[in-house]
C-alpha cells in the first residue's frame, strides 16, 4: 500500500497548495494521503487565519484522506524541532512517501546534504557554534555551517524546512521515500499573482481585497484571527511579570527579559514590537514564537515536558482515512484520538491551553476540541 504524507499549514489553503497536492498525487500515485497539520497556531508564531477544524475540513473536501494535528510544542519551535515531530508522526502513521515543496526542487540535493552531516556531525556542529558565537543567527549559522562543510547553501525557509524533513528520515532510516516540488512562487511576495502566496492572501483578505479567484469556499473565512489583535493580553503579561519570571518562559534567554521589561511601554502595536526585538542574533519569526510563549505563559519545564509525544490527533478524514485507521489501530505504536478529552499527556495540555486562549474570542474552538466529529462523508 502506498501511503502519501505531506507536512501543511493550509493557512489559507490556496491554488497553489491544490497544485502541490495535486501533483504530489501525480508523483506517487497513493492509495491514501494523509496530511500532518499544525493546529491553531503555525511555525511562525502566530495565530492561524481562521481555526485548524475548518483548515482540515477543506484539506478533505480537495483530495486529503486523513489529517493529524502536528502538536503545539513542535509547531511553536525551530524548524528542527518543527521537522522532528513532523517525520515522526508521519512514521508512526505508516506513510511510505513524502512529498514538500522547496525553491530549491532537487532531492538528490537535500539527500547530499543531509548525509554530509549524518558522516560529520560534530564538524557540522562545531561550525554552527563557531558561526553563532560570531553573531549569526541560528539560519544563517546553519548556512555558513553547510558551506564551509559542502561548499553548498540552503537560504529560503522552505528549503530549510525541506532539509529538515529529509535529516529525519536520514537520521533514523525511516522507510519513507523522499520527493520535493519546486515551488511556483516566491514564498514571501505580498502581492496578488497568478499563484499568489500564503503572504499575500493573509495580507488581502484583512485588507477585504476580493481574493475568491485564489482561495476556495470564501464561507470559510467570515472570522479571521490575527496575532496584533492579541496585543493587549501580551503586554499585560510582560508588564505584570518580573524579569525573573519571564526568564523561566519559553524561549526567553540571553537576557533578553530585561529588553522586554525596557520597551515595553515605548511600543503601540504588536508588529512594533516585534520589530524593536528583532536583531542579527534573533529573526523576527524567532521572537514571535518567544512572545508566543509569554502570551500564552508557557514555561521552559512545560515545553519539556510535553516533547515526547505518543499520540496521533485525528483532526478530519473521510471515508476511505477511517477505514485505514481501524486496520492500523491495534498495531499503531501510537495512540489514535479524535478529541482531547480521551487522553491525558503534557503536549494536549498545553492544546487545551492553546484552545483557551483563543476562545477568548471564539468560544466554540473549546467545544470542538472535545466534541469534533472527524469524519466528513
Same mark, same amino acid.
Not at 33 to 61: H, P
Not at 180 to 206: G, M, Q, W
Given at each position: 500500500?502506498?501511503?502519501?504524507?505531506?507536512?501543511?499549514?493550509?493557512?489559507?489553503?490556496? +491554488?497553489?497548495?491544490?497544485?502541490?497536492?495535486?501533483?504530489?498525487?501525480?508523483?506517487?500515485?497513493?492509495?491514501?494521503?494523509? $496530511?500532518?497539520?499544525?493546529?491553531?497556531?503555525?511555525?511562525?508564531?502566530?495565530?492561524?487565519?481562521?481555526?485548524?477544524?475548518?483548515?482540515?475540513?477543506?484539506?478533505?473536501?480537495?483530495?486529503?484522506?486523513l489529517v493529524i494535528e502536528l502538536p503545539?510544542?513542535?509547531?511553536? /519551535?525551530? $524548524?528542527?524541532?518543527?521537522?522532528?515531530?513532523?517525520?515522526?508522526?508521519?512514521?508512526?502513521?505508516?506513510?511510505?512517501?513524502?512529498?514538500?515543496?522547496?525553491?530549491?526542487?532537487?532531492?538528490? +540535493?537535500?539527500?547530499?546534504?543531509?548525509? $554530509?552531516?549524518?558522516?560529520?556531525?560534530? *564538524?557540522?556542529?562545531?561550525?554552527?557554534?563557531?558561526?553563532?558565537? %560570531?553573531?549569526?543567527?541560528?539560519?544563517?549559522?546553519?548556512?555558513?555551517?553547510?558551506?564551509?562543510?559542502?561548499?553548498?547553501?540552503?537560504?529560503?525557509?522552505?528549503?530549510?524546512?525541506?532539509?529538515?524533513?529529509?535529516?529525519?528520515?536520514?537520521?533514523?532510516?525511516?522507510?519513507?521515500?523522499?520527493?520535493?516540488?519546486?515551488?511556483?512562487?516566491?514564498?514571501?511576495? +505580498? *502581492?496578488?499573482?497568478?499563484?499568489?502566496?500564503?503572504?499575500?492572501?493573509?495580507?488581502?483578505?484583512?485588507?477585504?481585497?476580493?481574493?475568491?479567484?485564489?482561495?476556495?469556499?470564501?464561507?470559510?473565512? +467570515?472570522?479571521?484571527?490575527?496575532?496584533?489583535?492579541?496585543?493587549?493580553?501580551?503586554?499585560?503579561?510582560?508588564?505584570?511579570?518580573?524579569?525573573?519570571?519571564?526568564?523561566?518562559?519559553?524561549?526567553?534567554?540571553?537576557?533578553?527579559?530585561?529588553?522586554?521589561?525596557?520597551?515595553?511601554? %515605548?511600543?503601540?502595536?504588536?508588529?512594533?514590537?516585534?520589530s524593536t526585538l528583532t536583531s542579527k542574533?534573533?529573526?523576527?519569526?524567532?521572537? %514571535?514564537?518567544?512572545?508566543?510563549?509569554?502570551?500564552?505563559?508557557?514555561?521552559? /519545564?512545560?515545553?519539556?515536558? $510535553?516533547?515526547?509525544?505518543?499520540?496521533?490527533?485525528?483532526?478530519?478524514?473521510?471515508?476511505?482515512? %477511517?477505514?485505514?485507521?481501524?486496520?492500523?489501530?491495534?498495531?499503531?505504536?501510537?495512540?489514535?484520538? *479524535?478529541?482531547?478529552?480521551?487522553?491525558?499527556?503534557?503536549?494536549?495540555?498545553?492544546?487545551?491551553?492553546?484552545?483557551?486562549?483563543?476562545?477568548?474570542?471564539?468560544?466554540?474552538?473549546?467545544?470542538?476540541?472535545?466534541?469534533?466529529?472527524?469524519?466528513?462523508?
Open positions: 500500500m502506498k501511503i502519501l504524507g505531506i507536512v501543511v499549514e493550509y493557512n489559507p489553503f490556496h +491554488t497553489g497548495h491544490l497544485y502541490h497536492l495535486e501533483k504530489a498525487k501525480e508523483i506517487v500515485q497513493p492509495d491514501l494521503t494523509i $496530511a500532518i497539520m499544525s493546529g491553531n497556531y503555525v511555525q511562525r508564531g502566530e495565530v492561524a487565519i481562521i481555526d485548524k477544524f475548518k483548515r482540515s475540513e477543506l484539506a478533505i473536501k480537495y483530495g486529503v484522506d503545539f510544542v513542535y509547531v511553536s /519551535q525551530s $524548524a528542527d524541532y518543527f521537522c522532528k515531530g513532523a517525520i515522526d508522526l508521519l512514521y508512526h502513521i505508516g506513510v511510505t512517501d513524502l512529498v514538500f515543496g522547496s525553491e530549491c526542487g532537487t532531492i538528490e +540535493t537535500f539527500k547530499e546534504i543531509a548525509y $554530509a552531516i549524518e558522516k560529520q556531525p560534530d *564538524t557540522y556542529n562545531q561550525y554552527v557554534r563557531d558561526a553563532m558565537n %560570531q553573531g549569526l543567527r541560528y539560519p544563517d549559522a546553519c548556512n555558513q555551517a553547510l558551506s564551509q562543510l559542502l561548499g553548498k547553501s540552503i537560504v529560503t525557509p522552505n528549503d530549510l524546512l525541506g532539509l529538515g524533513y529529509v535529516k529525519e528520515v536520514i537520521f533514523n532510516h525511516y522507510p519513507i521515500n523522499l520527493h520535493c516540488i519546486e515551488r511556483s512562487n516566491d514564498y514571501h511576495e +505580498t *502581492t496578488l499573482n497568478k499563484v499568489a502566496s500564503a503572504t499575500a492572501l493573509r495580507k488581502a483578505l484583512f485588507n477585504h481585497e476580493d481574493v475568491h479567484e485564489y482561495l476556495f469556499d470564501m464561507s470559510y473565512y +467570515t472570522k479571521l484571527y490575527k496575532q496584533s489583535d492579541f496585543f493587549s493580553y501580551l503586554k499585560y503579561q510582560i508588564i505584570i511579570q518580573d524579569e525573573n519570571s519571564l526568564k523561566n518562559l519559553h524561549l526567553v534567554d540571553e537576557g533578553i527579559e530585561n529588553l522586554l521589561k525596557k520597551v515595553i511601554y %515605548q511600543v503601540n502595536y504588536y508588529d512594533e514590537l516585534v542574533r534573533y529573526t523576527k519569526t524567532r521572537i %514571535q514564537r518567544m512572545l508566543l510563549h509569554i502570551l500564552l505563559n508557557n514555561t521552559k /519545564q512545560e515545553i519539556q515536558n $510535553a516533547l515526547s509525544v505518543d499520540y496521533l490527533h485525528i483532526l478530519k478524514m473521510n471515508q476511505k482515512g %477511517q477505514a485505514y485507521l481501524h486496520q492500523i489501530k491495534k498495531t499503531c505504536d501510537y495512540k489514535i484520538i *479524535t478529541n482531547l478529552s480521551t487522553y491525558k499527556h503534557p503536549a494536549l495540555d498545553l492544546e487545551i491551553k492553546t484552545s483557551k486562549f483563543l476562545a477568548l474570542q471564539d468560544d466554540s474552538i473549546l467545544e470542538q476540541e472535545f466534541k469534533n466529529i472527524p469524519i466528513i462523508k
